[in-house]
């Protein structure tokens, strides 16, 4: 085969694996879209009482904890973030908590106990009757986000969960007054990114409640 051959081949070649990368990646965004139509179809009412209570929450004096590990941790600070500083509109800070930031708590926790009890326990220090948990996973499986919700009922807070799949352990354990917005999907990429959307609805919601239309 020649020289001039050869390159002619590697260039058919890395065109076809150029337009098979496209294709993965319009496959990504097919398959976000539709568990978004989905999601947009099934979860509004839950979004929107879980906005409600954490709204009440609020009003009375109370904070909202959050939870979570890699990508969910990621929406933990997220969430407390867009509540302490800022939305979409300049308003008050509101009172929120990511209890996943504390690198020394978190590592003391799990170096002299379990990293099964790196929220639990500070939950059972900080959280206050009427508090609100948000804790997130998208399997509903992690088991320091379950004693998390455990420790949170303890204290008196209400938990409002966001899952995926089948709700996992952690839909069993929420009580009349808890709130679960579980994804209707199995791929946890395409749950983390409804996870997002859900946080954002959640941060609208309470600025509109709390502060009035902003249009």
């Known amino acids: 085969m020649s020289a001039v051959q050869s390159q002619k081949d590697n260039?058919?070649?890395?065109?076809?694996?150029?337009?098979?990368?496209?294709?993965?990646?319009?496959d990504h965004f097919n398959a976000s879209i539709d568990v978004k139509t989905w999601?947009?179809?099934?979860?509004?009412?839950?979004?929107?009482?879980?906005?409600?209570?954490?709204?009440?929450?609020?009003?009375?004096?109370?904070?909202?904890?959050?939870?979570?590990?890699?990508?969910?941790?990621?929406?933990?600070?997220?969430?407390?973030?867009?509540?302490?500083?800022?939305?979409?509109?300049?308003?008050?800070?509101?009172?929120?908590?990511?209890?996943?930031?504390?690198?020394s708590t978190i590592t003391?926790?799990?170096?002299?106990?379990?990293?099964?009890?790196?929220?639990?326990?500070?939950?059972?220090?900080?959280?206050?009757p009427g508090d609100v948990l948000l804790a997130i996973s998208t399997s509903g499986n992690s088991a320091n986000v379950i004693q998390a919700i455990q420790a949170a009922h303890d204290r008196d807070m209400i938990v409002v969960a966001l899952t995926g799949r089948d709700g996992g352990n952690m839909a069993s354990l929420l009580g009349q007054e808890d709130c679960e917005i579980r994804v209707p999907a199995t791929v946890t990429a395409r749950i983390q990114e409804v996870h997002l959307l859900v946080i954002h609805c959640l941060c609208d919601l309470i600025d509109h409640q709390l502060f009035g239309s902003n249009e």
């Open 39 to 103: 999601s947009s179809e099934v979860l509004p009412p839950f979004i929107e009482a879980a906005s409600q209570t954490m709204v009440q929450s609020l009003i009375n004096d109370g904070k909202i904890l959050t939870c979570g590990n890699g990508g969910s941790a990621g929406d933990a600070q997220h969430f407390s973030s867009e509540l302490l500083n800022r939305f979409e509109r300049e308003r008050p800070s509101l009172p929120a908590l990511a209890l996943t930031t504390d690198s």
């Open 108 to 128: 003391s926790i799990a170096n002299d106990y379990s990293y099964n009890d790196v929220f639990s326990k500070q939950i059972r220090a900080l959280g206050q």
């Open 11 to 26: 260039a058919i070649d890395n065109l076809k694996s150029a337009m098979d990368f496209q294709s993965r990646i319009i």
